[in-house]
């Protein structure tokens, strides 16, 4: 059984930077298709960021050139770097495979809020 333990967020002004951190056990995140997804209150979880096996990235307009989505073999673990921070940046971020279909469980997310 997968398991992902979100961590990281916090509260950031507008502007500010954060990283995100992924611990994933019972799946090897190398092989996987690995993403960030996250849900603001009253919204739709939405797909923010994802990385293929081979390391390949793609990223939601609303995001691209300010996050970086990244892993660490080794570790197991998937990244999420935030800069340039938002307001409407602010949401609970939870990563899990993509698609997600593949993993009915998820973590317990991570909360981030951008706010002066």
């Known amino acids: 059984q997968v398991q992902l333990v979100e961590s990281g967020g916090g509260l950031v002004q507008p502007g500010g930077s954060l990283k995100l951190s992924c611990a994933v056990s019972?799946?090897?995140?190398?092989?996987?298709?690995m993403a960030w997804y996250r849900q603001a209150p009253g919204k739709q979880r939405e797909l923010v960021a994802r990385m293929n096996s081979g390391g390949i990235t793609n990223y939601a307009d609303s995001v691209k050139g300010r996050f970086t989505i990244s892993r660490d073999n080794a570790k197991n673990m998937v990244y999420l770097n935030m800069n340039t921070l938002k307001p409407e940046d602010t949401a609970v971020y939870y990563c899990?495979?993509?698609?997600?279909?593949?993993?009915?469980?998820w973590g317990q997310g991570t909360q981030v809020t951008v706010s002066s």
């Open positions: 899990n495979k993509f698609p997600t279909w593949l993993n009915p469980n």
């Open positions: 019972g799946s090897s995140v190398s092989i996987n298709a």
